[in-house]
Structures are given as C-alpha cells and as structure tokens.
C-alpha cells in the first residue's frame, strides 16, 4: 500500500492536466482559464517552470495564487527573465505579507531574493530595507535558516558599498564571510562568493595587498569545484 502511494505521488500526471486545458478549450468551456491554472501549477510544483510559463498571465490572475510557487517560480528564471521574475517575487510577497507574521523566515526568503535581484540591476535604493528587514527576521530566527543571513550581509555590503559607506560594507562583507564558512565550510562556493566579494571592496579601497590573498584562496576553491581531483593544499 506505501509502495502505490509513493509510486502515485511520482507519476507524471501532466499529460492528463492538459488534455483537460485543451478539451475545455475546445468546448469554449466557461472554465478554460481555472483548467489552464491547474495545468500551470501542476507542473510548475514539479519543477519544470519552462512549460508552465505560457499560463502565467493565467496563475497571476488568480484570486488566490500560491506564494511559494510564485517564488520558486521566481527563482527558477531570475536569470533568463529578471523583469518577470521582480514580478512574481512582487506577488509573492504581497501574499506573504498579508498571510505570515512579519518575522517568518519565508517571507523574509522572498524579500531577500527581490533585494538580490534589484542589487543586481543596480537599484539599490529599493534593495536595502528589503534586505534589511529580512537580515532583521533571520537574526530573530529560532531553526536553522541555512545561511540566508549571511546572504542578506552581502546584499547590504553591496548596499552600503554604493553609498559610500567602506566601513560599514566592510563589516557585511566580513560577517556574510563568517557565516558563510561556518554554514556551509571553508572550501564551499558560498565562501568562495564572500571571500570574492570582500576582496573586491578592498581593491576598490586601495588595500590591493589585503584583497590578493583572499582572491587567491577564492581562486583556488573555485577550482576544487570546477575540477573535483583538484585538492586544496592542508
């Protein structure tokens, strides 16, 4: 009986999803739009966000989407599609905010990644109290929040970058590195990202000598993960 239940919740219903959309798109069905949500959320809850993206307009127009398909569907095209994806990270994050407590670490995820996303395109101005608030929630955190806060320092070591502020990026820099080889290891990408980022600010501040080293050890981790019979010297 367990071994029908997980095999059922394995299969592939995606087929039988749209075979539904397209008969009642046939039939001009008063319901064609709540099929063709069905078929989006469908396969987007199993990952595959290419084939669900032409019922979008269809998910978004719903009364009652689901914020943390809107989020990882979000997250799965930042790179591809960031105006889109600043979108859904907007929808999700109205929803969350009116459904969970101001401190939930989902919604502070959801604020992090639109912080991240308006960091990269260089409007900072809006990315701080994200990032902020999130840093805020993270600290507050009682689980494990597998090293988001450390994120949300490097996104306000961005911040504070931009503006002028050396010693305050410098201090998320170091911290976003701290955690960073605490969570996830010294020889992690994640410390590799924050031992760049770090270097990077003190180049820009004429501390060339201080940022060689960490450009080096970054250097060399990017390497062990590009090349895994690379070792890093004890």
């Given at each position: 009986m367990i071994l029908a239940l997980v095999l059922l919740l394995q299969a592939d219903f995606t087929d039988l999803f749209r075979a539904a959309y397209e008969e009642r798109l046939r039939a001009g069905h008063p319901k064609i739009a709540e099929s063709g949500v069905d078929l989006a959320l469908y396969v987007a809850r199993r990952g595959d966000y290419a084939q669900a993206a032409p019922f979008l307009a269809l998910v978004l127009a719903s009364p009652n989407p689901d914020a943390t398909i809107l989020h990882n569907w979000a997250a799965a095209i930042e790179r591809q599609s960031p105006e889109q994806a600043e979108r859904l990270y907007q929808r999700a994050l109205s929803i969350r905010k009116k459904t969970l407590p101001g401190g939930d670490v989902e919604l502070a995820t959801t604020r992090l990644n639109l912080a991240a996303l308006l960091i990269a395109r260089g409007e900072y101005r809006g990315a701080e109290p994200l990032a902020r608030s999130a840093l805020d929630a993270f600290e507050r955190a009682n689980g494990a929040i597998g090293g988001r806060d450390?994120?949300?320092?490097?996104?306000?070591?961005?911040?504070?970058?931009?503006?002028?502020?050396?010693?305050?990026?410098?201090?998320?820099?170091?911290?976003?590195?701290?955690?960073?080889?605490?969570?996830?290891?010294?020889?992690?990408?994640?410390?590799?990202?924050?031992?760049?980022?770090?270097?990077?600010?003190?180049?820009?501040?004429?501390?060339?000598?201080?940022?060689?080293?960490?450009?080096?050890?970054?250097?060399?981790?990017?390497?062990i993960h590009a090349n895994p019979v690379v070792r890093e010297p004890q």
């Open positions: 450390g994120l949300a320092c490097g996104a306000l070591g961005a911040v504070r970058a931009t503006q002028g502020d050396v010693a305050g990026a410098e201090r998320y820099f170091r911290r976003a590195l701290a955690i960073a080889e605490k969570v996830h290891g010294p020889r992690s990408e994640e410390t590799a990202s924050a031992l760049e980022n770090l270097a990077d600010l003190l180049s820009q501040t004429g501390r060339e000598s201080a940022a060689l080293p960490l450009l080096e050890r970054a250097k060399r981790i990017r390497a």
